[in-house]
């Protein structure tokens, strides 16, 4: 496995060894010894998740703020932009995002540590997603950072207005958002 370093400290892009040949491709989309000895984290995935979007659906940007999830997001079908924001007050990133994009025909995955708020927007017409967690979600603890805060300023590769849930469009501006320490 590859990985890259992004913008953000922690935030990895890892890209699988895929073997292709005529009959089509196989890859290992997770082996937890590989993972540990290609990134130096040893983390237990608890949960795993799924989640199909038409285009312009911009989930997020969500978080736990008790019970933090690590994440790590891989697109199966389609295209997504996919955002992390460091909401740790300790960092010195604090408050900066980075953007990438993922798809299915170059199957990266991205690895975003607990302490930061996460979303994606599908680019293309259906994008389907599958993220694992290191702690179950926990309702009463989730969070949505506004996805259009103007003080975090993430570049959303947009057609227009995006279609939102009700929950995402109440989110919370980073300078009122609970943060971690």
């Known amino acids: 496995m590859k990985v890259a370093q992004t913008e ?18 196989f890859f290992e989309s997770y082996n937890r010894r590989t993972f540990r000895e ?12 799924e989640s199909l979007s038409a285009r312009n659906v911009l989930r997020g ?26 909401l740790r007050r300790s960092s010195a990133m604090f408050g900066k995002w980075t953007g990438n994009i993922l798809n299915a025909g170059m199957r990266p995955m991205i690895w975003i540590p607990a302490g ?17 967690t290191t702690d179950y979600y926990a309702p009463e603890h989730e969070r949505t950072l506004a996805w259009n805060d103007r003080g ?17 469009a109440r989110g919370k501006a980073f300078a009122e958002a609970e943060t971690y320490g």
Request: net charge negative.
């Open 116 to 132: 930061f708020a996460h979303g994606f927007l599908a680019l293309s017409e259906q994008a389907l997603v599958n993220y694992k």
């Open 61 to 86: 940007l969500h978080y736990q703020i008790q019970q933090p999830q690590g994440k790590l997001v891989r697109v199966v079908a389609g295209e997504i932009y996919d955002v992390a924001v460091d």
């Open 38 to 49: 290609d990134t130096g984290l040893d983390v237990e995935f608890v949960q795993d998740n």
């Open 152 to 168: 975090v300023g993430v570049l959303w590769p947009l057609e227009g207005q995006p279609l939102l849930s009700d929950k995402d």
């Open 8 to 25: 953000l400290p922690g935030v990895l892009i890892l890209e699988p060894k895929v073997f292709s040949d005529s009959r089509g491709h």
